[in-house]
């Protein structure tokens, strides 16, 4: 028999609650739904809330059969168990504003694992640059949220314009949207990271969740 | 004796005028004062318009000194010696709007060439879109204008704004300026190809002449 | 219930007529049939032009079946419902130029548009530079369009040779034609950005949408 | 006499300070002695603070020649002139950590600016991956910070050690420090973008002014 | 009759187990399951070792009908038919250090692969960066191995920490794990190639053949 | 009905045999089998030697079943249909040196264009540069080829090697082989490209074609 | 003292000439005079021709002081030291064609090279493709000449337009002329490797050495 | 007074030599000559061998009239000061391979750290692959190492010929040798971390230290 074999995979660090705050999430993209019923239900035995997102319609299905109690959300593909009632965390609200509607996805993913955090989160969509007038309307809804996430494809220029227009940090998503020069993310990544406006920083293309879990513990400062 | 040597380099193309209703115009960087200065001079004697662009202050000097009735344009290191008075050529005004300070020199060159070329220029500066409140105020002059050349470095948004608050053809020149991510310009060049507004067209980096020789010959439809 | 969803997803941009002269046209590029279907309806009901581009023949079939009155062009993936007889809105002809077979589902898309845009279009096609007496035997043609937009993969060398034969704007559109070195269109993209010849703009790589609407701005200047 | 010449270039954005809550501050890189100078002068006579970061020290001796007050920071290449008394305007203390020694002039930077902000500060230099014990004896540090500001180079693997050490949000600087397939910070970029621990956001290369900004903004949370 | 066809393709090199130590070993992407049994039943009948990897589930199926006692190790993709008894080649232990579940299969490939060049392996797995604690319980572990492979997808920050750990060499394998702007692995690869301790050299991207490879050399240094 | 429409697509260069001395050659990729059929036929009508490249099987057995007369090589996916009795057109030999197996379809196609177009071929196959003693047997053929093509993937080394064992030109081709860092043939290209060896000259990625069609340009001069 | 030390560095190759039909020549970037020198003196001494490509002006100065009978080609860098009478090697003529005057230290390379080699050269300049018709007039030496050589920055379109108007070999040479998204001749460089004309071969950027020596070994077969 | 400022800088890690068998090596690039002096000063004074690399001509020469019984190895860059007599530490001995002259500073560099490290080294120069039979005179002494470093700019082919020829570990160096398509060194890493040959890991660009390093780790092992 071949002694190299793993016995012992990967095991759910129970510990991070603690540490961080926040459970375990788990990175569903590239594992099987036994795999993510598994670890979902270690969670659960733990009593902590247990996520998941990258999570396809298709495993959640299986998923949702064995997780007693699980939900899921298709627009943003997050799968997710609470350890209980819903329970504020945050001190003000998060606001997601979204470009246009092929960013929606990226943007539900934000949206959802922030108020999975315990987040308030509120919403503007189909607010591209290009149509500057559609973003201004909500100029005291940028002012009034605690922590802001933009998510944009093409050229990725929201958030230096919502930059602009607020004094609170914004988080920036870069999403895959686009053709040709569009590069997969790439070019909305570069724009964001050049943005002309201050207090801007970035999370990798596509990447709602990495800005949702940033957002949060933004929010839950006090 | 080697065999190989050239003789008769470049000689300048008289036809180019009538082919394309403008004289050859130059482009500087690279070549030393002395054949700027003999081509200028060429043109000079046939009676066309002559113009240099990417001369440097030293080069303009030595130029200036060799070519009677020559005129340098710092800001823009545009050189020229016009053939007669300057008459205009377009139908209409060609605005170019440019969006820090650092990107000056290039919004110089496209302005100082649309004028060269016979056209009126007008100008709105220092409207990044980080403060989106300041292009705003000029949104009547944006749909005044024939064309627009609109010059921009860092994450390049500004012609995806411009373009949505107007219906004539925005010719984007993006420019080198940033740092890190910005790739000497790439960035912008990428942001600019990838633009959610409709209308909007793309030169080189830093290529402000480019842009203005396109608006130009826009500006010439009757 | 999650507090996060969105209930008003993408309203249609009614005003897009009035403040650019074009209604809104809908990239159809991953939207399923029923929003297209949705949208178009929406524009069809204010009496506006729908158009939808990027429509794959299958989504096209049951638009068709739902929006009365839609067409589809199958070449191109044009698919669109006039608001009434087509009117010439442009002062000239619009000329669309196509390398090689390979580029002509961009070209036709760019025509296709032109057309509906309201703007008389002639085409050449198959003149790739490896067999340039082609192209000059339409050098008359170069010459008489009021715009031109050149499509061309591989090593995007078409607008160059073409911008020297006119005195009009050219719109160069790369195609993702091509393999190995030629990166889905970035080579004939790098190319056109560094065209020799002056008077030559650029679109993002297969826009040939893009392009049109440039080249029908354009044409509607009087 | 040229009609296109810029007569009012630049003028400085008084309203910053009340829609942001941070006067302009000024990119000094790029804009000559006088020039910084003269902005730093308006903003004195506004009695707002005067902040200018890249300068050299040489146009440090001349702007400190001309603006009375000023005060220079030749690690950070910062430069300012306050308003009046330093005064706290953060809830906590931001915590500036840097891998090498060749990262402290961008880690000087964040620090600096944090401070004129209003921000306490604290520092732990030297603490790259490959010594792993000398930054986990700062353990209870990294815990009781409000913001950290993680600055890198080479293979840019410090913020994800510190993610995972934390639950306060952390904004990672890449540098440009290294060689070779370093590419002056590309990939201690793209590490920090694609970190495996949850919590970190990014900004561009040597940008310890965006890092600082953003740490201020959050750190003023209340 | 064409006159250029192939008759005599590829043959198996029976010297290079005499030339350096180990025998012919098979890549198996992109060589259909016969060519690959045909390869291997050479080998077997020289009385070599057999060895494939990169070796799909359906390919192994057929090639182990056809191949007398080969066994497929599925988690690794290796298939093998050994010559013999299993025989201890190397000194001492090779360990192999995993970071995330999702570079299993690439770690299972190096760990199988150094058991079958004759090395005993030991493994540690699921010790990403952002849980640094995890890898510290093992220290004593990685002095006491001989080689180390680590193996590690996104920011690839692994190496740096473990070789900081340890006077023996690294032998970095970056996976292309990772989304967005880990370009399936490029990330993880530059910043190995980059890293600030000392001791680490690196193979290609999901290569962990070639680090079994030459760990196995080296382990066989008398 | 639509203006735009296209009557007459790419009609077929029946004067390119006169101009180049080679009748039109068709890529197949990306046309279908139709177009394909069509296009031979009129060449076969006009007299003229219809070739195809990249013609898949299925494609190419629909062709063969509208073509009379048409013969397909699988390996190399190219399909004639010649207008005589094969003819030597070249002085000498053309040597096709493949470095690996999964080289072997490019290798294929330049051997077999090679011998279409009038020129007796050679072939030496799994000479890569991992087991130089296997080339070094060949010396006496690579001196006495009139014209060398050399196909490699990975790190597209062994024109180099070759190069500098012959006094004859050298046309070198990378191939898309090889995985992660081969970047689908970029690293060969590269490596090809700055050869150490003089007498080197590349062509695209997989382009055996184009390596056959220079090959016998050279290996028909008298 | 220090063990590693190298006491015999490079040696001449003497046996090239025999080997490969051409002495060794010397790449002068990067080396000292004296080192050049040395081996000059070392070629002429063995009773070759001695030749240096890439020497900057201020070290042929010294070189040509200490190497009798040297000479130096300013506008190619090159410098030489012929063994004996210049003698015809070569069967044919070959052509450098120049796209643009910037491109021509490269072209003058290429020639010089070509003509110490023992060719007839002949040139045309200052033909790129935006002027097509200059090109136009020089068919008939297109078809003349045995080999061609075509230099071009920028686009790099001149060798797909020069190939579709022959039957003989064209060598392209991207230069490093342009700016922007030129850079440094990559652009020049794809777009000869995807050339849609067949019959090119490509070197490195800027490699007119290249270029001439793979002319000349064509040239000189019988 | 600014609260931000570091007093406590980058102090040595004493521990090193205890930890990792090697004390701290000073990385001498972006060091001014003070600072280097002060470090080597410090294991001076702990009795510890004082190392540092990439050290200009200039700064070596100011830190040897501080630093008592400091010697500089100008070819390589590197300055040392013993802690006592040379003694061998490594079991075998360590072989430097070079391809050309110009990428021999990488090569002195690895030597050099090699025997300060404690090995012996032997080295062989000039032996490109495109004179492979010069690299094949030496098969005895490749046999013989025990372990080999290959340095090699350009196309970096010669870690791939070498590693074919020996059953011991080959470090694989690229250097910065080259222009053009060579990209700095991109090209010859990228080939060799492609490298057909088992066996091969590979080190950063122009990372001679690096590569020294490691063989200097396995050359211990017993």
């Known amino acids: 028999m071949r ?11 129970f510990q991070r609650l603690k540490r961080t705050g926040v459970a375990e999430i788990i990175f569903g993209e590239g594992k099987d739904a036994d795999t993510i019923a598994g670890v979902l239900s270690q969670l659960v035995a733990a009593g902590q809330n247990a996520i998941a997102t990258r999570v396809s319609k298709e495993k959640a299905e299986i998923i949702c059969s064995k997780v007693d109690g699980a939900e899921y959300f298709e627009s943003s593909r997050v799968l997710h168990r609470p350890a209980g009632e819903w329970k504020e965390l945050g001190k003000g609200e998060i606001l997601v504003i979204c470009a246009g509607t092929s960013d929606l996805p990226v943007a539900d993913e934000a949206a959802d694992i922030c108020w999975l955090l315990g987040n308030r989160v509120s919403r503007i969509n189909d607010v591209g640059v290009a149509g500057i007038h559609r973003l201004l309307k909500h100029e005291k809804a940028l002012k009034e949220a605690r922590v802001l996430i933009v998510v944009a494809g093409m050229e990725g220029a929201l958030p230096s314009v919502v930059a602009g227009l607020t004094d609170k940090p914004v988080i920036a998503v870069p999403t895959s949207v686009g053709y040709g020069a569009a590069f997969d993310g790439i070019t909305a990544l570069l724009s964001m990271l050049n943005s002309c406006a201050s207090g801007v920083s970035v999370v990798n293309i596509d990447n709602g969740f990495g800005a949702a879990f ?9």
């Open 3 to 13: 002694e190299t074999e793993n016995n012992s995979y990967a095991t759910v660090d």
């Open 214 to 222: 940033q957002a949060s513990q933004i929010n839950r400062l006090s």
